[in-house]
């Protein structure tokens, strides 16, 4: 009952087919290429600007917070080794004006190699104290160092002060010598709010394009639908529960939505943020990166792990949805029933069960959850933790900055969310591919009433009917219809009768053409009705149905259902024509009157004269009415009755007709039994034989 309420089970997902599923897909969005490109870059453009948020916080430790010299010495040095380091890193040195000593910043001291510093180390090449540098105009500050030490100052004029000498210095004085290092803060500070700002605006560029994208992407797949839908024969709607029409058209492309525009691009995005990330962890210090990537096949196993169980747990909590969705469809729909036999108590009882099935699969989903997202969050940990501890000994040793550390740490806690993210969209993933092959298999289905290549197209319709031979199952080895022959001439009116299950009703879903025969032919002026073009031999046709589907809107809309071409007049005189007009005067507002759904709001009656002014509306010559009399009052059937008198002077025919007195009028009456046409004649000729129309008039199976 509950199996396939919109819901593919397991086992369907993750096949090879997902990719070809993809491409179709993809051909939908071909329109709006332009506009998915857009977004594609703006994700770049954004991840770019998230990439460059801890890199410039090193750029600020490094450059200007605790900006710091080492001095080279360069005087008395013979030892060849050491010249040929110091010849290999020229670009990296600043030369003193003196020419003693060379002065190398502490971002680049980290360039070196680390056995080429612990060479220069050793030898004392590289001094322990370290220097601060201010621009050259700081130079006529009064600076109290100690006599025996002067500080040093660059080709470019700039002066470089050891740290160890400005303990005596005023904080003023301070803030005038690192200004350089002030206004360098100042401009990463604007920097960084400036990166934060564009990222906030494309931010909400990107996200408008992905909805604007994906919603007409859902709305050209959702009309594509609708529109295959109406294409079906009928028996497809037999065979299909209402439920899951719906949720094809509803839940299952609204899947299709969250993947364009929460798997597509953030997928996207969280790969290309992984590799940027590991290409700059490897760029800041690669020894430092391949500590920190041992974590990976541990992340990723994680990973998996979870997609896995989280699959099944996704798939049970979209399973239980689905029974609560089908049961509370029926139930509403029913309650009139449970309240007339008192089962409230029942299926309280029944709804409190899959309820409880729903909490405890809910449940299950929370726990994946709540172990996978601590996880996460332990093994981010984990990763700093790495990081503070092997690289807090490099910094110690001076073999990686203070703000590559920082930076390193900040790169740390962003790689892990997209590992997340991943890990989240690989269920999108698969429940939207399931919406996607469960559309594709509805949109491939060829249960459809097909137009004829060749179309006959005919001219004035006369109404001239003919079954020939006509054989006809809805399911395979249980036919309907035996061999039936019958002619209906234009202008003639005929009534067929029968008990239930003898094919009456069988015989207007081929006039129709509903269905196809299985052999045998239906003529309609000599033309076989698969040789009609379907719109030319609807319209052709009045049907009146004995279940009317009234739909929820004004008189005037159910008359016409938006029909182009009728006014109000014809409206007017297709309800006059059907003895609706004197009820629909005494409503409210008459033909705006609105109806609630279903036409809860008028009476059975009521609803069967509006569909005798419905198939009355395109002036048919070929009228058929479907035991159109057969739940209604006395004083309904006599204004039905008025009608059809009136109705079918000049009309080809058809009454199927549990009651006498819609019949005994007609030209012909057709006896069906089991499928066969076994007595026909007037009501007069078929009492006088005795046959079974004359036993089902005496049984009151045909009430007079």
Same mark, same amino acid.
């Given at each position: ?7 593919? =089970? ?14 179709? /897909? ?39 917070i605790i900006a710091s010299w080492y001095r080279i010495r360069t005087d008395n040095l013979t030892d060849s080794k050491v010249k040929d380091i110091l010849n290999r890193y020229s670009h990296l040195l600043k030369k003193s004006q003196e020419g003693d000593s060379y002065f ?22 590289? *001094? ?25 100052? /660059? ?8 740290? *160890? ?33 564009? *990222? ?17 992407i859902m709305q050209d797949i959702r009309l594509t639908l609708f529109q295959k839908m109406q294409s079906h024969a009928v028996k497809f709607f037999n065979h299909n529960p209402l439920g899951r029409l719906v949720t094809r058209v509803t839940n299952d492309i609204e899947n299709? %939505? ?38 990976i096949p541990v992340i990723f196993g994680l990973t998996f792990l979870f997609s896995t169980i989280a699959r099944e747990a996704f798939r049970q909590l979209r399973a239980s949805v689905a029974k609560i969705n089908s049961f509370l469809q029926e139930r509403i729909s029913g ?55 092997? $690289? ?9 900055? /203070? ?23 690989? %269920?999108? +993933?698969?429940?939207? +591919? ?8 509805? +949109? ?15 001219? =004035? ?58 052999? $045998? ?21 009045? /049907? ?53 759904? $279903? ?91 005795? $046959? ?13």
């Amino acid at each position: 009952m509950y199996s396939d309420y919109g819901y593919m =089970e397991e086992g369907k997902l993750g096949k090879p087919y997902d990719f070809r599923l993809l491409k179709r /897909l993809s051909r939908y969005a071909i329109p709006y290429k332009k506009t998915f490109a857009a977004a594609l870059c703006l994700t770049i453009l954004i991840t770019l600007f998230d990439l460059a948020v801890p890199y410039v916080t090193k750029i600020a430790i490094d450059r200007y917070i605790i900006a710091s010299w080492y001095r080279i010495r360069t005087d008395n040095l013979t030892d060849s080794k050491v010249k040929d380091i110091l010849n290999r890193y020229s670009h990296l040195l600043k030369k003193s004006q003196e020419g003693d000593s060379y002065f190398i910043s502490n971002m680049n001291m980290k360039k070196l190699d680390p056995a080429d510093l612990h060479i220069l180390k050793s030898r004392r090449i590289v *001094s322990t104290d370290r220097f601060y540098r201010t621009d050259a105009v700081h130079y006529k500050f009064e600076i109290p160092l100690k006599k025996e030490i002067s500080p040093y100052v /660059l080709a470019d004029g700039s002066l470089l002060v050891p740290r *160890s000498q400005m303990t005596g210095i005023s904080k003023s004085d301070i803030l005038k010598m690192r200004a350089g290092d002030i206004r360098g803060v100042t401009l990463v500070a604007v920097i960084f709010f400036v990166l934060i700002l564009l *990222s906030f605006a494309l931010s909400y560029f990107e996200f408008y394009l992905l909805e604007f994208t994906g919603q007409h992407i859902m709305q050209d797949i959702r009309l594509t639908l609708f529109q295959k839908m109406q294409s079906h024969a009928v028996k497809f709607f037999n065979h299909n529960p209402l439920g899951r029409l719906v949720t094809r058209v509803t839940n299952d492309i609204e899947n299709l %939505n969250e993947m364009f525009k929460s798997v597509f691009v953030t997928v996207f995005k969280d790969i290309f943020l992984l590799t940027g990330i590991l290409i700059i962890l490897l760029l800041l210090n690669w020894r430092l990166a391949l500590v920190c990537f041992t974590l990976i096949p541990v992340i990723f196993g994680l990973t998996f792990l979870f997609s896995t169980i989280a699959r099944e747990a996704f798939r049970q909590l979209r399973a239980s949805v689905a029974k609560i969705n089908s049961f509370l469809q029926e139930r509403i729909s029913g309650m009139r029933v449970i309240q007339l036999f008192v089962r409230e108590t029942f299926q309280m009882e029944m709804f409190t069960k899959i309820n409880q099935e729903n909490f405890l699969a809910g449940m299950k989903q929370i726990r994946v959850f709540a172990i996978f997202m601590p996880l996460m969050e332990l093994m981010s940990s984990l990763g700093i933790g790495l990081v503070i501890w092997y $690289g807090g000994g490099k910094v110690v040793q001076d073999q990686l900055t /203070l703000g590559a550390l920082v930076a390193f740490i900040g790169y740390i806690q962003m790689f892990f969310k997209p590992i997340r993210d991943i890990s989240e969209k690989y %269920n999108i +993933m698969q429940s939207a +591919m399931a919406s996607t092959e469960r559309i594709f298999e509805f +949109m491939d289905l060829k249960d459809e009433i097909p137009e004829p290549e060749t179309p006959s197209i005919a001219g =004035e319709v006369k109404g001239h009917l003919e079954f020939k031979n006509v054989s006809f199952s809805y399911e395979e080895n249980n036919p309907v219809l035996h061999d039936i022959s019958f002619e209906v001439n234009p202008g003639e009116t005929i009534a067929i009768v029968g008990s239930t299950g003898s094919g009456k009703t069988t015989l207007v879903n081929l006039i129709e053409r509903f269905y196809d025969p299985d052999s $045998g032919t239906v003529f309609l002026d000599g033309i076989d009705l698969r040789e009609w073009p379907k719109e030319q031999l609807r319209n052709s046709i009045g /049907l009146c149905m004995q279940d009317v589907f009234i739909f929820a809107g004004s008189i005037t809309d159910n008359i016409s259902l938006g029909m182009e071409g009728i006014d109000e007049k014809q409206v007017e005189t297709a309800a006059s024509n059907a003895n609706a007009l004197h009820f629909i005067q005494r409503l409210p507002d008459g033909f705006r009157h609105e109806i609630g759904e $279903g036409g809860s709001t008028i009476s059975a009656g009521e609803r069967q004269l509006l569909s005798f002014a419905r198939a009355l509306i395109k002036n048919p010559l070929i009228l058929i009415l479907d035991e159109a009399t057969s739940s209604i009052d006395p004083d309904t059937e006599r204004l039905i009755k008025e009608a059809v008198t009136r109705i079918t002077a000049k009309r080809t025919t058809i009454i199927i007709a549990h009651r006498l007195s819609t019949i005994r009028h007609a030209d012909r009456i057709l006896v069906m039994h089991h499928g066969r046409i076994i007595e026909q004649g007037n009501h007069k000729h078929l009492m006088n034989i005795r $046959g079974v129309y004359y036993k089902l008039n005496k049984t009151g199976t045909v009430k007079d």
